[in-house]
C-alpha cells in the first residue's frame, strides 16, 4: 500500500533554552484552552493553514516500531473544519443537540519531554512532546489517549502559532470516551 | 416474557442486550457458526500476507499463500495454544510458535515439530497438528470465513443480500481497495446496538444528528437540485428485509438524473457503473444519498456523500464496513475500514478518506452523537427492574410494501422505520432458538 503521509522529521539541532522555556508555557496554556472545552480561543493559536492529522495505529514486528501505517490516517481535520464542525457545537445556538457534549466529557492534559527542534525554516520549530488525555464521560466512565505529538510551530510575534498536528498513539485499539479530541 | 415478542406487536427484551447470560448463548449460537466478514484482498496484495483478525471472536491469520489463495486460521499454536502472529499485520514465510517452536505452512498444515524424533518418536502424524482452519469465500474482494465447514455456502447465507451486495462491491471493472489498515476503537455497549441502527434506522437520523443537519453535513434539496430534476422536498427511502437477518436502507436524494447520475464518484467511472450494474442495481445507485445496511450478524456497510468536501461543489462519496466484535454484553470492539474505488485518482481517494473521516469516520460527528444513544442504552439497563422491561419495535409496521420493483427481499416504501431491525432481530431470535433445542454439548474439537 501506498505511502500516503508522511512522518514529521527535522535536520536542524535542538532550538535554543529559550525557546523550550516559551513552548512549555504555551503548551500548558493551550491545554487549559483544550480541558475547558474554549474551542474559540484554541483556534487563535492555529495557523490558517493548520492541519490534525491522526494516523491509525498499527503493531508490526519491526524495529524501531513505527507504531502506524503510513497509509492510513483515522483523524484528518483543518482549522477551517474544527472550527465549524467541532467549535460550532458549543454555541448557546447548538449547545441543546450536540448530544455527546452535554455534559461535556472532562480532561486533563498530561504533557512532558518537550523537546524543539529547529527547521530550515527561520522562527519554524518542530516540537515532539509525550501527552496522555486523562477524559471521563458523566463523572464515570474514565480513559485516555495516550500517545506523541508532532508538532511544527511558527513563532507569532511573543508567541507561537501551530501550523500542523501529528499525533501517533500507543493503543492500537483506541478505547476512549471520546475519540474526537484534540490530542 | 419472551426474549423476543411479536404477538400483537413487537417487543424485545432489554436483557437481550444487557445480559451476561444471553451474551455467553450467543457465542455459541451466533459466533460460532455464521459467515464473518474479515478483511479485503487488497490488504495482502502479496503471497505471505497476513493479517490478524477475529473470525467470530476468536483471533486468527488471514493470509495469502504462495499460490494466491487466501486461508484463514487460528492464531494459536495446535500443541499448548500460544498465539503465533503477534502483529496486526505483516508477511511471513510460515509460523513459527514462540513456546517450542512448531511451524506452520500459509496453509495451516503443520510442517516441523522441533526435536521430532527425540519428543514423539518415529510415528508422529503431524496432520493431526494442523492449524483449526476456517472455510473461505470472497466476494468482489471481500473476505469472508466461517468455521462452519458443513452449513450453507456464502452465496445461500447472503441470499438475496447478494443482489444488494453487487451493486455496492461489484459496480466498477476493478473494484475498491481499502486505506490502509483499518482502526480499532472500543465501546461500553453491546454489539448489537450499532448494528441495529446501520441495519436501517432512518427514523434517528434528524434527532441524533440535528447538529449534522444544521452545519449542512446532510445535503439539502437546493445543494443537489442543480444536478437533476428536483421532485421535491422529500428524500425518499425505502428498506429492506433481505431474508437470514440481513438489511438495507437506500436513501434517494430528491431529484431525477437522466442518463444516471452516480454524484459523488469520479465522473469517468460513470460508464463502468452503469455497464457492470442491472437496471435495478444502477436504480439503487443512481442519484444515492446514503444506503446502509447489516450482514448478519455483525458486519455493516455504509455508503455516503458528502456534498462540500472541500468547498462547495466538492461533493464525494465514501464507502466503509464496520464489524463489531463483542468482548463481552457491555463491550464492543469495533474495526473500520474504508473503501475507494481502485481505479480513482489519488487525489480523489484523498478527499474521500477527509469525507468519511469527518462524519461516518470512528472519530467523525456523526459517529460521536450515534455512541451516545449506545452508550446510553448500555448506562440505563444495568438494574434488575430495568432488565425486565423490553424495548419496542413497531416502527412503521403499516408502511406499504414497495411493488413493481426489480429489487429482491421484503422491500417497504419507507426508511423511517423499524422494518429493517426487525428483520435483523428476527433472524437473531431464530438462530438463539435454533441453539437452544440442540444438544448444547461444548464441542472441542
Ligand atoms: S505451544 Fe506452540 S510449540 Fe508448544
Ligand atoms: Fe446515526
Known amino acids: 500500500m501506498k505511502a500516503r503521509w508522511v512522518h514529521p522529521t527535522t535536520t536542524g539541532g535542538p532550538a535554543p533554552l529559550p525557546v523550550h522555556q516559551q513552548l512549555g508555557l504555551f503548551y500548558a496554556y493551550e491545554a487549559e484552552l483544550l480541558d475547558e472545552w474554549r474551542l474559540d480561543e484554541w483556534l487563535d493559536l492555529v495557523d490558517e493553514g493548520f492541519t490534525y492529522l491522526i494516523p491509525v495505529p498499527l503493531v508490526t514486528d519491526h524495529h524501531p516500531q513505527l507504531g502506524y501505517d503510513p497509509s492510513a490516517l483515522f483523524m484528518d481535520e483543518t482549522r477551517e473544519s474544527i472550527s465549524e464542525n467541532w467549535a460550532a457545537r458549543l454555541t448557546d445556538d447548538n449547545i441543546a443537540v450536540s448530544w455527546a457534549d452535554r455534559p461535556p466529557v472532562r480532561t486533563r492534559r498530561f504533557l512532558s519531554a518537550l523537546r524543539v527542534r529547529s527547521t530550515d525554516r527561520p522562527d519554524t520549530y518542530l516540537a515532539r512532546l509525550n501527552v496522555r488525555v486523562a477524559m471521563v464521560r458523566h463523572g464515570t466512565q474514565s480513559g485516555d489517549m495516550t500517545g506523541e505529538r508532532f508538532d511544527v510551530v511558527r513563532r507569532a510575534g511573543d508567541s507561537f502559532s501551530i501550523m500542523s498536528r501529528f499525533v501517533v498513539l500507543l493503543d492500537a485499539v483506541v478505547d476512549a470516551p471520546r475519540i474526537r479530541t484534540i490530542v | ?39 479485503h484482498v487488497s490488504e495482502i496484495p502479496e503471497p505471505g500476507d497476513y493479517v490478524t483478525r477475529p473470525l467470530g471472536v476468536d483471533p486468527v491469520i488471514v493470509n495469502r499463500d504462495r499460490d494466491g489463495r487466501v486461508h484463514v486460521m487460528l492464531n494459536s499454536c495446535s500443541h499448548r495454544g500460544v498465539k503465533l502472529c503477534r502483529s496486526g499485520r505483516g508477511n511471513t514465510k510460515a509460523h513459527r510458535c514462540s513456546y517450542h517452536g512448531w511451524a506452520y505452512g500459509l496453509d495451516g498444515a503443520c510442517r516441523a515439530v522441533t526435536y521430532e524424533k527425540e519428543v514423539y518418536g518415529p510415528d508422529l502424524d503431524k496432520s493431526r497438528f494442523n492449524l ?40 466498477f471493472d476493478n473494484g475498491f481497495e481499502v486505506m490502509g489498515s483499518p482502526v480499532r476503537t472500543r465501546i461500553r455497549a453491546n454489539w448489537k446496538a450499532e448494528t441495529e441502527n446501520l441495519s436501517g434506522d432512518g427514523y434517528h437520523t434528524m434527532i441524533t444528528h440535528e447538529t449534522a443537519l ?44 437522466h442518463p444516471p447520475g452516480f454524484l459523488g464518484y469520479p465522473e469517468e467511472l460513470w460508464g463502468e457503473i452503469e455497464r457492470n450494474l442491472k437496471p435495478g ?27 462540500a468536501t472541500d468547498g462547495p461543489g466538492s461533493m464525494c462519496r465514501y464507502t466503509r464496513l464496520t464489524l463489531k466484535v463483542p468482548v463481552d454484553e457491555g463491550l464492543t470492539e469495533i474495526w473500520w475500514w474504508h473503501l475507494v474505488p481502485a481505479d480513482a485518482s ?12 469527518r462524519t461516518n469516520g470512528p472519530g467523525g460527528m456523526f459517529e460521536l452523537d450515534d455512541n451516545e444513544n449506545f452508550l446510553g442504552m448500555a448506562e440505563a439497563n444495568s438494574g434488575p427492574v430495568g432488565l425486565d422491561q423490553s424495548y419496542n419495535y413497531v416502527a412503521g409496521t403499516h408502511h406499504p410494501d414497495a411493488h413493481g420493483l426489480e429489487w429482491p427481499g421484503h422491500v417497504q416504501d419507507a426508511d423511517r422505520s423499524e422494518h429493517t431491525l426487525r428483520g435483523f432481530l428476527t433472524e437473531w431470535r431464530r438462530r438463539m432458538e435454533l441453539t437452544a433445542v440442540a444438544e448444547p454439548a461444548a464441542s472441542i474439537r
Not at chain 2, 447470560?21 to 464473518?36: A, G, N, P, V
Not at chain 2, 462452519?148 to 459496480?171: E, I, Q, V, W
Open chain 2, 132 to 171: 483449526r482452519s476456517a472455510r473461505v469465500e470472497t466476494l468482489h474482494g471481500l473476505i469472508f470465513a466461517t468455521w462452519d465447514h458443513r452449513g450453507p455456502s456464502l452465496s445461500d447465507a447472503l441470499g438475496h443480500m447478494t443482489y444488494y451486495f453487487d451493486a455496492l462491491f461489484g459496480k
Open chain 2, 346 to 357: 489519488e487525489t480523489w481517494k484523498e478527499r474521500s478518506q477527509r469525507a468519511y473521516l
Open chain 2, 214 to 257: 444544521r452545519f449542512g453535513l446532510f445535503p439539502s434539496p437546493e445543494d443537489v437540485a442543480p444536478y437533476g430534476d428536483p421532485i421535491g422536498p422529500k428524500f425518499p427511502g425505502r428498506t429492506v428485509q433481505c431474508g437470514n437477518g440481513h438489511t438495507i436502507r437506500i436513501q434517494h436524494l430528491p431529484i431525477e438524473t
Open chain 2, 1 to 39: 416474557m419472551a426474549l423476543i415478542d411479536t404477538d400483537g406487536g413487537f417487543r424485545v427484551s432489554r436483557r437481550i442486550y444487557h445480559d451476561p447470560e444471553i451474551h455467553r448463548r450467543e457465542l455459541d449460537s451466533i459466533f460460532k457458526k455464521s459467515w464473518f466478514f474479515v478483511g
Open chain 2, 281 to 307: 442495481q444502477v436504480d439503487i445507485m443512481a442519484r444515492t444519498s446514503v444506503t446502509h445496511g447489516s450482514v448478519f450478524p455483525n458486519l455493516s456497510f455504509l455508503e455516503n456523500f458528502k456534498t
